[in-house]
């Protein structure tokens, strides 16, 4: 089945880490992803990771994927307000199309 | 260098007309996706043109149509519109180098239509 799972909020202080949990159904996904919506806006695409690796780091990011347990998470340091926004995971499925979970509402308090 | 740009950014409808939203994929990028995001939800897929062939389609009704222009540009059309229709459609495009990373979408701002 073609599903993703996702906590819907999270609220952390500023200067924290904040981490976004993510399970998906779809065990052949090659590439997963984390897009970025601030109100009003389309997705910006964070970061990626391909199905081969447990974990990438970009910067503030820092991606881990279990690939048995069908986990993937998004840790976010140093937390800043401007990081406020709703995150989706994402998988590639079929090759071509991207399947979304509801999204994980990140509010950072000052 | 531009992203993919979307026109108009907000559409008022009332139920039954129909509506024709646009879109320009990143320069090079030869693929544009659909999806359509409701409320509160994540994106939902609905279309995938590749070199004008519709490469892949959702779970939506045959109200919904799109097409792919020699220049890559596309267009979503809806038929007969209804209220739940109301949402914020997204293009996407990626290079699409059959299969890979180069699939990886990039979205443009969306379009918001709000069905009367």
């Known amino acids: 089945g073609e599903d993703v799972e996702q906590s819907l909020f999270l609220s952390v202080r500023e200067g924290d880490s904040s981490v976004i949990n993510c399970t998906y159904t779809?065990?052949?996904?090659?590439?997963l992803y984390w897009y970025k919506q601030e109100p009003g806006a389309g997705l910006q695409l964070l970061t990626y990771?391909?199905?081969?690796?447990d974990m990438k780091q970009d910067q503030r990011l820092t991606v881990l994927l279990n690939k048995k347990d069908k986990h993937l998470s998004l840790r976010i340091a140093d937390t800043q307000t401007g990081d406020s926004a709703i995150y989706f995971c994402a998988f590639l499925l079929g090759g071509f199309k991207t399947i979304f979970g509801a999204g994980t509402r990140l509010f950072v308090k000052a | 260098d531009a992203g993919v740009t979307q026109s108009p950014t907000h559409l008022i409808k009332t139920r039954g007309q129909h509506v024709t939203l646009r879109c320009s994929p990143i320069s090079g990028h030869k693929s544009v996706s659909w999806y359509q995001q409701v409320l509160g939800q994540g994106p939902q897929f609905i279309f995938q043109?590749?070199?004008?062939?519709?490469?892949g389609r959702g779970n939506f009704p045959d109200r919904f149509s799109a097409r792919q222009f020699p220049n890559y540009s596309s267009e979503l059309n809806v038929n007969a519109l209804l209220l739940g229709d109301s949402a914020l459609y997204l293009c996407?495009?990626?290079?699409?180098?059959?299969?890979?990373?180069?699939?990886?979408?990039?979205f443009g701002p969306g379009t918001r239509l709000l069905v009367l």
């Open positions: 990771i391909f199905s081969n690796m």
């Open positions: 043109y590749y070199e004008k062939e519709e490469r």
């Open positions: 996407a495009s990626s290079l699409a180098t059959g299969g890979g990373i180069g699939e990886t979408q990039y």
């Open positions: 779809d065990s052949s996904s090659t590439y």
